[in-house]
């Protein structure tokens, strides 16, 4: 019998800020293409001539293909390809992956605090260097490094 204390893993750090903001510069390359081929999808199921058309629907129909691309990501293997490039993981608060409830919380909370810049600008305050949404989520970027 050992008498020594197990000794828990230590918890993975969070990635440096410019690993993420370069992982967000190519995700953003990456979801052109996704976006290009829904957008195409939409306009040649439902005719639409111009982008004008049917204006709400697209921008719902491209939420929900951006979400199940994140969504499906996230749930299989904790990571995008971008993620895997720079080498960051989305983990829940066990260091799994995330229940498919939890991811997309996070992709639903992460529009606006990325389209206002705020979820950046709060990594510099968080004591774990966390996005917002993750905190709200019950999730974390971790390094795989």
């Keep these: 019998m ?11 750090a969070a990635p440096g800020r410019w690993r993420r903001f370069a992982c967000m510069m190519y995700e953003a390359i990456l979801l ?18 111009h982008a004008l058309m049917l204006r709400h629907e697209r921008q ?16 299989l293997g904790g990571q995008t390809l971008p993620m895997k490039t720079w080498h960051i993981r989305l983990v829940d608060a066990n260091g799994g992956r995330p229940p498919v409830w939890k991811a997309v919380l996070r992709y639903v909370l992460a529009w606006p605090f990325t389209l206002t810049g705020l ?27």
């Design 32 to 49: 052109f293409g996704v976006v290009f081929v829904a957008d195409y999808l939409f306009d040649t199921l439902t005719q639409s001539r």
């Design 119 to 145: 979820g950046f600008v709060w990594t510099f305050f968080d004591r774990d260097r966390q996005f917002p949404h993750d905190r709200i989520a019950g999730t974390r970027l971790v390094s795989t490094r």
């Design 60 to 75: 719902a129909w491209l939420f929900c293909v951006i979400g199940v691309y994140f969504v499906l990501c996230w749930r």
């Design 2 to 12: 050992n008498d020594t204390p197990s000794a828990s893993p230590a918890p993975l």
